[in-house]
């Protein structure tokens, strides 16, 4: 079994239900996701606020610190405790990164659907990235991922306003997280990667978000060759993912579908779909 950190299991409800007025003016029971200030703290040193949904607040603490660097292996987290009283989360090391106050002193504040935060020279560091250039993606399972996708249950079908990411294998979800932000999706991801001892390079990363250089990033450290978005992208995530080998498809909804980068690794089916 991988090793475990001592975590807290402290999921908060996704979703409540207020009381909403229609274009007939009734009363109707409607749902809404659910928000929630995490302050993270890394042996007692505050590192940022997270607004999130809460369903993964211990995974997503995790992965925060895997994705930016600032935790080298999951063997050095020695708890993960949530306490929702303060809107707080406590990671307690045995050792984090040796350049911490390096890192924790260079930081870049990404765009987009609530506000990411990039630690030291990830930009720099995402050439050291090797992602394996033997995987293989074909159209079929492709067309089959997003149909599962769009039959999956989601909050954003009851809700809306959330981001949603999924970690597959082939057309099989492994794991769905759906939260304010994207960027916190994805982290959560990474932290139940890292719980469960998951090797990324057979793995496909699916986001609803656009494809930013924050998206890439952390999807090659992962170490997963492919990103898929039924959103578009970003020129710099584009130049990054040429960067680092990635193959990425965008817009990418029922049978239609955009190949940006990496297509030696992409296989079309021998007749083009109508």
């Known amino acids: 079994m991988p090793y475990r950190p001592q975590l807290t299991d402290a999921a908060r409800p996704a979703t409540l239900t207020i009381a909403a007025i229609n274009e007939r003016g009734e009363t109707v029971p409607t749902q809404i996701a659910g ?22 607040p211990e995974a997503l603490a995790i992965g925060y610190l895997r994705n930016q660097r600032l935790v080298s292996r999951l063997e050095d987290i020695a708890a993960v405790q949530v306490d929702w009283e303060t809107d ?21 504040v ?13 930009l720099a560091e995402i050439d050291k ?3 394996p250039a033997g995987a293989r993606l074909d159209e079929a399972t492709l067309h089959g ?38 960027h916190n999706a994805v982290d959560a991801i990474a932290g139940r990667m890292w719980l469960e001892g998951l090797d990324g390079s057979d793995k496909i ?3 609803t978000g656009r494809l930013t250089s924050e998206m890439v990033v952390k ?37 239609h579908y955009l190949l940006f ?3 030696e690794r992409f296989a079309r089916s021998a007749a083009p779909v109508a």
Do not use: N, W
Not at 43 to 50: F, N, W
């Open 88 to 108: 707080s989360v406590a990671v307690v090391t045995s050792r984090s990164a040796a350049d911490i106050e390096l890192r924790l002193g260079k930081r870049t």
């Open 129 to 131: 990235v090797s992602l």
């Open 145 to 182: 991922l997003l149909d599962v996708v769009r039959h999956h249950e989601s909050i954003y079908k009851q809700a809306g306003a959330v981001h949603g990411c999924a970690l597959a294998h082939g057309m099989d979800i492994l794991m769905f997280v759906e939260d304010i932000g994207r």
């Open 35 to 56: 928000e929630h200030p995490l302050t993270l703290y890394l042996d007692k040193r505050e590192i940022v606020t997270l607004m999130t949904l809460g369903g993964a």
């Open 205 to 207: 990363f699916y986001t």
């Open 110 to 122: 990404t765009t987009g659907c609530g506000q990411g935060t990039m630690f030291g020279d990830l």
């Open 219 to 255: 999807t090659a450290q992962m170490g997963i060759p492919f990103l898929v978005s039924r959103s578009g992208l970003t020129q710099m995530g584009y130049d990054l993912a040429r960067r680092v080998g990635m193959t990425m498809i965008g817009r990418a909804q029922g049978k």
């Open 261 to 263: 980068t990496g297509a």
